[in-house]
């Protein structure tokens, strides 16, 4: 598993990021969190946790995920090939996923200051 170059860190100490990994040649995209307070590379590996589970997909990627600012949801992007592209939310611990946008656009990079009009 790779980890994304975009974490968005959470104040009460967990990172939400983007994972790549998988058997694909193209692997898919998972969002996961992990605590900040690992004292190793190798604990904060062993408490990773995926709220998106992709791997099974060959066409379909979540990322960019970004934090609420009061820490309770995740918005993020999916790319489900070769047409989607939209952003959905989840809780904090990846359920009550829903889809936040629709149409035929491509909907990118969530920003919950403009979300947060509309939510």
């Avoid at 860190?9 to 990021?17: A, P």
């Avoid at 992709?54 to 309770?72: I, L």
């Avoid at 889809?99 to 990079?109: H, I, M, N, V, Y």
Wanted: glycine residues 6%.
């Amino acid at each position: 598993m790779r980890i994304s170059r975009r974490p968005s860190r959470l104040i009460t100490g967990q990172v939400v990021f983007e994972t790549y990994g998988g058997a694909n040649v193209e692997p898919a995209q998972d969002i996961a969190t992990v605590p900040t307070n690992g004292r190793s590379v190798v604990e904060c590996a062993a408490r990773i946790t995926l709220l998106t589970h992709n791997a099974a997909s060959e066409t379909r990627s979540d990322f960019a995920p970004t934090w609420s600012p009061d820490g309770q949801y995740i918005a993020f992007a999916q790319f489900d090939y070769p047409d989607s592209l939209h952003i959905w939310t989840a809780d904090q611990h990846g359920a009550n996923v829903r889809q936040f946008s629709a149409g035929d656009g491509f909907d990118f990079l969530p920003d919950w200051a403009r979300l947060a009009c509309v939510i």
